[in-house]
């Protein structure tokens, strides 16, 4: 389940910044950048096909895993996977500052709160 998360949340970090280039932004993630300070709820303000797109970075690790090896996940790995996911989107939304080791910026609010003033960060 940590390596499927770990390999998730880089997928979802190629996305994102896939999502800041002037070919996507406009059409797919404007929306949620309408928020300029974080909360919680700003992480899932977004248009219905950025939704789409964004969940492939949880679904492909568990197929690609079972695709290679021809071991099957089991769905509460899975569940558990999207659970962390979400829960640390959410927080980096959230506006809190929370006790996380600094060498995680990207869990901090005040480090999306800058990103969501800047759509280039």
Request: glycine share 4%; no cysteine; charged share 15%.
């Amino acid at each position: 389940t940590f390596m499927i998360s770990v390999v998730a949340d880089v997928l979802f970090y190629g996305l994102h910044r896939l999502m800041h280039t002037k070919r996507f932004y406009q059409s797919f993630h404007k929306k949620h950048h309408e928020f300029k300070y974080s909360i919680a709820l700003a992480h899932h303000f977004m248009e219905f096909k950025e939704a789409v797109v964004f969940t492939f970075p949880q679904a492909l690790p568990p197929l690609l895993l079972w695709g290679l090896t021809g071991k099957k996940m089991h769905i509460t790995s899975m569940w558990l996977g999207v659970f962390f996911t979400q829960a640390a989107a959410i927080l980096g939304h959230s506006g809190w500052r929370v006790p996380i080791p600094e060498w995680l910026p990207f869990l901090q609010a005040s480090y999306h709160d800058y990103h969501h003033v800047d759509r280039y960060v």
